[in-house]
Nanobody, 111 residues
Framework: QVQLVESGGGLVQPGGSLRLSCVASGTIFRRYAVGWYRQAPGKQRELVATISSGGNTNYADSVKGRFTISRDNAKNTVYLQMNSLKPEDTAVYYC?????WGQGTQVTVSS
């Protein structure tokens, strides 16, 4: 069984930054792509960014140039650096690898 634990969410003003972390138990991270997703109230869960086992990244158009996904396999951790945050980035952010999901971390962007 794999456990994913997200952290780093919180309340931030528009234009601010947050860094989310996702720590996995075991070594599954090292062999698979990892994704960050988000779900806003009343909306479907959407893909934010992915990073392959080799470090290739992809981003949703809405976050390109503002968010950066990275990984540290030695620490079994994937990060999501979020800059220039907007109110529309408000959501619960989830980490995913294969069919495993974390519990999510709330990000609220508001003045």
């Amino acid at each position: 069984q794999v456990q994913l634990v997200e952290s780093g969410g919180g309340l931030v003003q528009p234009g601010g930054s947050l860094r989310l972390s996702c720590v996995a138990s075991g070594t599954i991270f090292r062999r698979y792509a990892v994704g960050w997703y988000r779900q806003a109230p009343g909306k479907q869960r959407e893909l934010v960014a992915t990073i392959s086992s080799g470090g290739n990244t992809n981003y949703a158009d809405s976050v390109k140039g503002r968010f950066t996904i990275s990984r540290d396999n030695a620490k079994n951790t994937v990060y999501l650096q979020m800059n220039s945050l907007k109110p529309e980035d408000t959501a619960v952010y989830y980490c995913n690898v294969v069919w495993y999901w974390g519990q999510g971390t709330q990000v609220t962007v508001s003045s």
